[in-house]
């Protein structure tokens, strides 16, 4: 019983960092960059943030963060008109997913 609250709840906090993470990053484009991501830029950032967790806690398969690498550079493609805001997505997108394999790696590691 014991090992099933801890599982539980490291699971949980894992959650809660990845979305919690968004306001680091909104803060972090905000600060440097003077830029606002817009809403759907900010689900897109969780539900990437969980995916990345959920799989590699469960499998221990980093290779999807290649697979969400590729499906965002398929779905933006359309925006690398504008130089400035590609080069703040980029970067974005590269503190998101090191923020997301940093939850997920220090979840594994706090797992009994």
Known sequence: MTNWLAYIGIYTLGM?????ANWGIQFFLRTV??????????????L????LFWVITMT???????????????ARFA???DPHESG???VGTLLSLLL?????VGTMELLP
């Open 16 to 20: 809660v960092l990845c979305v919690a």
């Open 60 to 74: 221990g398969q980093f290779g999807i963060v290649g697979w969400v690498l590729g499906a965002k550079a398929v």
């Open 88 to 90: 703040i997505y980029f």
């Open 48 to 51: 990437e943030r969980l995916l």
């Open 33 to 46: 960059f003077d830029y606002t991501p817009r809403k759907i830029s900010r689900w897109i950032g969780i």
């Open 79 to 81: 925006r690398a008109e």
């Open 100 to 104: 997301g394999l940093a939850i997920s």
